[in-house]
Nanobody
């Protein structure tokens, strides 16, 4: 099993920045990717971005490229989501998730993720 703990959420003004952390524990060698997702009130959960664990290759939702960045602390087991120029409509619960190695990997697909953190609230005020 893999356990994930997010932190770093909070209240920020529009145009501001926030950095979320996701710390993994457990069967780390089984992790293929860590993804970030978000769910706004009344909306479905959506893909934000993902990082391939062994290479740190990153993927992002098209609408977020240039404003959001995912990185990994190679000295530990923490993945970060740096969010810049935040907008009020990006108020949501942000989740990180672990995609384990399997016969076919797809870091952009929510259904391929096996373990989820508890989520952290991000509120962007106008």
């Amino acid at each position: 099993q893999v356990q994930l703990v997010e932190s770093g959420g909070g209240l920020v003004q529009a145009g501001g920045s926030l950095r979320l952390s996701c710390t993994a524990s457990g069967r780390i060698p089984d992790i293929y990717a860590v993804g970030w997702f978000r769910q706004a009130p009344g909306k479905e959960r959506e893909f934000v971005g993902a990082l391939i664990w062994f290479s740190s290759t990153t993927y992002y939702a098209d609408s977020l490229k240039g404003r959001f960045a995912i990185s990994k602390d190679n000295a530990g087991n923490t993945v970060y989501l740096q969010m810049n120029s935040l907008k009020p409509e990006e108020t949501a619960v942000y989740y990180c998730a672990a995609h384990l190695y399997k016969s076919k990997e797809d870091p952009l697909s929510e259904s391929h993720y096996d373990y989820w953190g508890q989520g952290t609230q991000v509120t962007v005020s106008s």
